[in-house]
């Protein structure tokens, strides 16, 4: 009778202990569970590593007579479908003056395509909308192993305000001939000088990021004239690279 007495003063703590699930497994699986609903949104993309892909193509917003999607993805699928961290490095967080983060609600975000990446990994384009001088679009990585979003990218954007000016141009490429395409883009920073007149202080300057399997990697560009003649589908001269630090505006 004691026997029976001292099981049953412990089973409600036996058994809270096996339906305690830790937090990030938790999260994790509601990830998935999300997962179900996000990846049908995304059409297939048929993307030939052997050419450059324009990630200006890709198109989106609400005044577009013909984007290249128009498909929305609501505000509480996008938060289910990321991590806190992946999307605060995707720029989907906003910080108040007290500090406090909470997402990007004002955005309107479209489902642009999906295709494969890399071994274990697909690659889903999304494109950030929050009016016509502020909008950018997105590399999410898929990790097959993981089942979880598990890298980000910023490829094109725009943002307009006051005095300043930032734009950036992107391309899908396989820079380092891994028959994997990295990312290499340009970056436009203008200015009103003292005279209202807008002027570029930073132009085309290019950068390569090449996927290494767990991460994107920093890549000296030795030939940007030829680069860019490869990306805009012409046969260009060669020429010394632009060089310089262009990372603090990153």
């Not at 998935?32 to 892909?53: G, H, K, N, R, V």
């Not at 494109?127 to 990218?153: I, P, R, V």
């Amino acid at each position: 009778m004691k026997k029976i007495y001292l099981v049953l003063l412990f089973l409600p703590y036996l058994i809270s202990c096996e339906e305690a699930v830790d937090p990030e497994v938790k999260a994790l699986q509601d990830r998935q569970a999300a997962f179900a609903s996000f990846s049908p949104a995304f059409e297939a993309m048929a993307i030939d590593t052997l050419t450059a892909f324009a990630c200006e193509t890709a198109t989106y917003g609400p005044h577009l007579s013909e984007p290249f999607s128009d498909v929305l993805i609501s505000d509480s699928l996008i938060q289910a479908s990321f991590s806190a961290d992946l999307l605060d490095q995707a720029g989907f967080m906003r910080t108040d003056e007290s500090g406090n983060s909470s997402f990007a609600v004002d955005n309107e975000y479209y489902a642009l395509g999906r295709f494969p990446y890399s071994a274990g990994y697909d690659a889903y384009l999304i494109g950030a909308f929050e009016n016509e001088s502020m909008y950018s679009t997105h590399l999410f990585l898929y990790g097959k192993n993981a089942g979880d979003f598990t890298y980000t990218h910023t490829l094109n954007f725009l943002m307009e305000g006051g005095a300043f000016s930032s734009s950036r141009q992107a391309w899908l490429y396989d820079f380092d001939g891994d028959n994997i395409r990295d990312v290499v883009y340009m970056i436009n920073v203008k200015a009103d000088n003292e005279m209202g007149e807008r002027e570029s202080f930073i132009t085309d300057s290019m950068r390569a990021e090449v996927w290494t399997g767990n991460g994107f990697s920093v890549k000296r560009i030795e030939d940007t004239y030829g680069l860019r003649a490869t990306l805009n589908g012409e046969e260009g001269e060669s020429g010394e690279s632009t060089g310089g630090d262009i990372s603090e505006f990153f």
